[in-house]
């Protein structure tokens, strides 16, 4: 039982560390009035926390540093049904559609083009650095 | 009795909980059929319960205004999940660290010609303002895409769709052109998908090989990263 309170008291927080790093992240944004959205900032954040954390464990413990099991939980949960997130906002798109009609053409040929020679781009140059040896 | 029920269908229909609901009814039932289809790209739940909700809205008369603010108790939950994705992608920083020579020329080589490749033929086709803020962070993942595109004064729904589209263009177009190109390094295969195509590239790099998806989210995340920094710099220089 109080090992059962002591998880949901994590998982709790693991929720309040995300919410603490996304209003940090959209209050840095603010004061410096950087263009970067607030949310990615906060994830920077907890990136830089987390590697700092896992670089102190390492240090103090000789051990791998892994993510807190709790914010594990609450990440894989949040992420596992990241795509249901974006539905409301996509819905919006019926107040935006005799503007998607009217440049279906140039949105269509920006996609297909710029999709595939990014995928081309990415592709052969990370293949020709792979291939190269390290100096 | 149909006095009643339509009585009743009216108070449901102005009830916020009626947008929650069908949402999250929607995506279950679209990501059933997703599975059973063996996760086909072109399957999308995303796209195809946006494609449901939208014409629910149309053949009810209930404005996006309305449904919206049911659904909105899920859009909020973008920001918190943005922050969740320093998980995966801490996990990935050792793949980065045996990769970052070939990532430090390839990922900001994909970005650019992603966004700013899009931006100019859209451009050029006779796009306007609005269209190329919200086509410019096509490429990245969802919650990115629609943070950058609201900065940029894009319209975030339709970078949502734009943003699937991508992903759906890219894991279908991505591998056999890939093959085509001689490119058969599974570590080059995944950035290259991941980069590109976000999340939808990355599942379907998954499907590939287990390195080749560890290298897709690795690129997924470092993409959003980039595009957040670089795309509205580039934007404030191009005036």
Known sequence: ?135 | MMAELSDIWVYLARDPLFGLTLTVLAYLAADRVYRRLGMHPLANPVLWSVIVLALVLRGTGISYERYFEGAQFIHVLLGPATVALAVPLYRALSTLRRQWRGLLVALPASVLVASLGAVALAWALGAGQTTLASVAPKAVTTPIAMGISERLGGLPSLTAVLVILTGILGAVLGPPLLSWLKVRDPRARGVALGAAAHGIGTARAFNESAETGAHASLAMGLAGVLTAILLPLAWMAMG
Do not use: C, D, K, N
């Open chain 1, 1 to 135: 039982m109080r090992s059962r309170i002591y998880i949901y008291v994590s998982i709790l927080s693991s929720i309040a560390l995300l919410l603490v790093f996304q209003l940090a992240g959209e209050a840095t944004r603010h004061a410096l009035a950087l263009p970067i959205p607030g949310p990615v900032l906060g994830m920077l954040g907890l990136l830089l926390a987390l590697a700092l954390r896992g670089a102190w464990l390492r240090w103090r413990h000789q051990a791998a540093a892994e993510v807190p099991p709790a914010l594990e939980q609450v990440a894989a949960t949040l992420l596992g049904h990241l795509s249901l997130l974006f539905v409301p906002a996509g819905v919006g798109v019926v107040t935006h559609l005799s503007l998607l009609a009217s440049e279906a053409v140039p949105l269509g040929a920006a996609l297909v083009v710029s999709t595939l020679l990014a995928v081309a781009v990415g592709g052969w140059l990370m293949a020709r650095a792979l291939r190269s040896p390290a100096p």
